[in-house]
Structure formats: C-alpha cells, structure tokens
C-alpha cells in the first residue's frame, strides 16, 4: 500500500471518527439550554459504577428483508425499477392524490372569483394516468434541471426539452403543481394539528416503508434537514448540516440506507414520562422493532441513561455519543484524564456502560451491548506514520450504524427537483415520493432482484421510461444507443434489433421467444436459469429477442 492511499485511508477514518463529535459539539452549543431539561430524575440518580465486565451479545431474534415480494409486470416475471417504485408509490396513495388535487382545484374555484383570463379557469380534473406522467416531469426535471422551470417549454434550441414538451403544456403542468394536494382543506384543524396538509400522505407512506421490509440488526436514528429558509412556524436551525435551515425530519434508517420510518418535527410535544423530546422521538420510532435484540444506533442529542434502561428492558440494545453533562452518576469517567490511544471504562448495576477513548478529542460513549469493554482492538488499518490504527468497538460498531441515515440523505439528494417557488408541504412531499421512496426502491431493486451495481442516476432514468406517455411499464422499450460506424442495428427482414445502450450485466434481458417456447415443458423457475439473457431489443415489437429464435420464428428469416 503506497504512503498517498495510507493518507487518503487514515484522513477518511479520522473524518468519520470526528464529524459526528463536530455535528454533536455545534448541536450542543446551539442547544445548550434544553439539553439540562431533559436530564431526568433517573439520570439524577446517584448509581454505582464499576469495572465493565464483558459477556455475549444476545442473538438476535428476528427475521430481516423484504417481506412483501414485489409483484412484476413483465412477461417474463422480471422485476425492474419501476415495479419496486409503484410498489411504495401504490394505487391507493396514486388515488388520494388525484381526489385531494382535483377537490382541492374545485374548491378554489368555488370560493374565489376569478378574471376572465385567469389560467385556473382552464382546469380540468386529472386521472392517475396524468399524475402518473406529473410524477414522471417531476423526476424528469431532477435528471435535466434549468435555470426556471418554464424553460423546459422554451422554443429556443438552448434551452427547450421536447420529451416533457410532448407530454403536458408548461401551463397544465403549472396548474398540477398549484393544485397538487393530499388533504382536505374544509376538515382542517391547524390548532390541532400541523401537519393536517400532509398526515394522510405521511400515513400511508409509513406503512408501506413498514411493510415491505425489515432492517437487520442494526438500525440507526437521526434528523434530516428539508431545505426551507422562509418563514416558518416549525422552522429549525441546525449549525453541522448541509442545509442549516429547514424542515426537519427524524428518520429510522437501516445500515444499508433504507428508511423504515420518520416523523416530522413540529414543536416539542408531551414527552413520554421519564424522558425529554428527544429520547421520545427515539421511542416512538423504534416502538414497533422493541423485543428482538436489535442494536439502535445514536448521537448524544437522543442518548441518555434513561433511554438505555428504557431499551434493555425491551431487549434492545443502544450504542452512541454520549454528551457528559447527561452523566450525572458518573462523573469519574468523564473527569478522567487520558492520554491519546487510551480507553477508559465504567459500568452500572443494570449494565449500562459509559467509555471514554482519547482520540484527537475525548469520546464519551455510551453502549449496553454486553460485548463491549474499555480495551481497543485492531482496525487492520494503518496511518501515515506506518502504526496500526487502534480503536475501541464500540466506536466501530458507531461509526458503521450511523452509515444508513447518511446514504439514504446522500442518495436522496442526488438530482434533486427541488424548486424555491413550491410550497412547504409540496417540498416535504416531494422529499419522501421523489427521494426517500426512490431510494428505498433503489434498494429493495439491488439487494433483491437484480445482480449489476445500477447506480441511483440509471434508477432514476429507467423510472422516467417507464412512465413515459403511452408506454405500459411491461412494455418498456429503452432508449437505444446511438448508431456508431459499426452499424449495431441488425437488419431482419422489415424488423430490426437494437443492441441496449449500457453495460452487458446491466441491460440484458431473456428472450421472450425462448422464455415461451421453454415454458411448455419447464417450470417457471427452471425456465428463469435456462433462458439465455441478450441485449438485442425489438423497437417494433418491444421486445427482447435473440437473434437465434428471431430467425427461426419470430422474423420469418429462410
């Protein structure tokens, strides 16, 4: 290993050991006036602490993935991107979003007079077919973005974009975007609820992030920002995100990126007795994956004793950042004085253990998962000085939980289409059905159905053809690559095959020829491996086909 690739590891390994301590050092200076009210009476509590004495992790009791298959549209059972999307983005939620908009539309028009001229009196009701397409712009929009969104509809060669041209007007689109709803307005209670414009929504997408799978043994929580610098009731300020200012979001995430469900920040509510907001939060989140064993992973804005006792008396195990002023019992830990490299460890009665490790700053963590003592192991790592980078567990098993809410915000920010003129609601909207859905079905593709490393811009771009105008998804015709000297068009007969643009892994697909013919003898399973995949597409029949049974059949080739 060369020195630059040690330096480049070892500057990436003390990134990841420090950020979250920034994240939680702005948060606490920010926050410095309510991390003291929601130190409870618990963490009050004068406790013994002694040695920590390290034993097996209970095994973890629960059956993890995905457990409500994806249904396929296809005709050779195969499962593309737009399957796993429209299995969150369902008919049921496709629905509520029509009627809502199209109730919402006639509303306005009902209660509010109009001049002759006005483009509201040009409104039409929508059908989920046309939302479909809405949906499909949106995307669209994120893959190609302009500096206004009128510029899509622009007649100058510089700017204009026939392909969303040709499925709606700038002014229908326009319209859909005003009226674009999820509740309605005759039944709200803003006193009672604030989020009233969107529960409907955030229900139902809960329940099918819940539904369709199941993380593993580690999970992690923490808060995203939706950007949003107008004023706002609920409006927040956190100085170590990207976004300062925002809508913030509370997320349940699994390792590898998944979100399996959220909630939103309005203002602190009633805390469960015994515990401040955040801790409450933590609760209300996992309430539903309590009693397994799994292992949730923290910051110190959520962690508190409390919380662990709470947790092992659910049989859940709690791992994070710990902020020193919660350790009310214990400080002789927190005023130990460690050179760096060395660990430091006490535990409580009930099993609670609180480490220290001086790294370039001092680390407080907190863990009750019986593996974990004051000792540091090796990292198989090295620095740039040549020494072996040697780190506490629980500091790694830490740093790897709180990967998942990260992937899930950095995939999800990806050709973003977001726009300053929208709405709040519409901007939370869009962050869930065109980010958390579209990566969560990035997910579900990857892990389960497909074998090719597909990134989130070839998700992104298989779900705009799919739901292009007149194109069923179980037709799915690809954009073909553009003609090069070699001539990749085949010439059979008044047909011709295309070759696939894109990576052999990624775009082949049986031959639909084959796949028929086997299927008379074979099962459906013997014929998914016997089948041989090919890249050759028939652009007039819509349909994958090689050239052996295309010249024995299915072109009428001599």
């Known amino acids: 290993m060369s020195s630059e690739e040690t330096d480049t590891e070892d500057s990436r390994n003390s990134q990841s050991d420090v950020s979250s301590l920034d994240d939680d050092f702005a948060r606490m200076q920010f926050e410095s006036s ?17 040695e920590i004495e390290s034993e097996s992790d209970a095994e973890f009791q629960e059956d993890h993935g995905i457990v409500e298959e994806v249904p396929t549209t296809s005709e050779d059972d195969t499962i593309n991107p737009i399957d796993c999307y429209r299995h969150f983005i369902t008919d049921e939620i496709l629905s509520r979003m029509v009627h809502e ?24 009701p929508i059908t989920n077919e046309e939302m479909l397409q809405f949906l499909r712009v949106v995307i669209q929009m994120g893959l190609v973005q302009m500096p206004k969104v009128d510029y899509y509809w ?11 041209q040709n499925t709606m007007s700038r002014d229908r689109f326009e319209l859909l975007l005003k009226f674009y709803h999820f509740s309605n307005n005759e039944n709200k209670h803003a006193d009672q609820d604030r989020l009233f414009k969107l529960k409907s929504l955030l229900d139902l997408l809960k329940d099918r992030f819940k539904s369709i799978y199941i993380p593993s043994s580690t999970i992690s929580i923490d808060e995203t920002m939706v950007p949003w610098k107008d004023r706002f009731l609920f409006k927040q300020y956190i100085p170590g995100k990207v976004h300062k200012y925002g809508i913030k979001i509370y997320k349940l995430a699994a390792t590898n990126g998944y979100t399996w469900t959220f909630t939103l920040y309005t203002g602190k509510q009633d805390p469960t007795t015994g515990l401040g907001h955040s801790q409450t939060v933590v609760m209300n989140l996992s309430e539903d994956l309590l009693g397994c064993y799994h292992t949730i992973v923290a910051d110190n804005f959520f962690t508190s004793i409390s919380l662990a006792e709470r947790f092992l008396q659910n049989d859940t195990y709690l791992i994070g950042t710990f902020k020193s002023n919660r350790a009310v019992s214990g400080q002789e830990i927190v005023q130990k004085k460690l050179k760096r490299g060395e660990v430091y460890g006490l535990q409580n009665k009930n099993g609670i253990k609180l480490i220290k490790w001086k790294d370039k700053r001092d680390v407080l963590m907190i863990s009750t998962k019986p593996s974990h003592s004051a000792v540091v192991v090796d990292t198989r790592k090295i620095n740039k000085l040549n020494e072996r980078i040697m780190k506490p567990q629980v500091v790694l098993d830490y740093n790897e939980g709180k990967q998942g809410i990260d992937l899930s915000d950095q995939l999800s920010a990806y050709y973003t289409c977001f726009r300053r003129s929208i709405k709040w609601y519409h901007k939370v909207a869009f962050e ?55 001539s990749l068009k ?7 095959l295309e070759e696939m643009e894109g990576s052999t892994r990624n775009v082949r697909r049986r031959c639909a020829g ?6 008379e003898q ?33 072109h009428g080739m001599q």
């Open 522 to 554: 074979q099962s459906r399973e013997a014929c998914h491996s016997t089948t041989k995949k090919i890249k050759t597409f028939c652009s007039d029949c819509n349909k994958f086909y090689c050239l052996d049974y295309s010249n024995e059949k299915h």
């Open 490 to 496: 085949r010439k059979l007969a008044d047909h011709e």
């Open 154 to 164: 622009s007649k100058s060669k510089l700017y204009g974009y026939e392909v969303i």
């Open 101 to 124: 908009t199209n109730r919402y539309a006639e509303q306005h028009l009902q209660t509010n007079e109009l001049s002759k001229r006005s483009q509201t009196l040009q409104w039409k």
């Open 432 to 486: 869930l059905i065109f980010g958390t859905s579209v990566v969560n079905s990035d997910l579900i593709y990857k892990e389960n159905y497909t074998t090719g490393n597909t990134s989130i811009l070839q998700i992104r771009e298989s779900l705009v053809r799919s739901l292009l105008l007149d194109v069923p998804s179980k037709n799915l015709k690809p954009e073909p690559r553009q003609q090069s000297t070699s």
């Open 514 to 519: 084959c796949y028929e013919k086997n299927r």
């Open 34 to 50: 309510s991390s003291e009210e929601e130190i409870s009476d618990d963490d009050r509590n004068s406790q013994v602490w002694n």
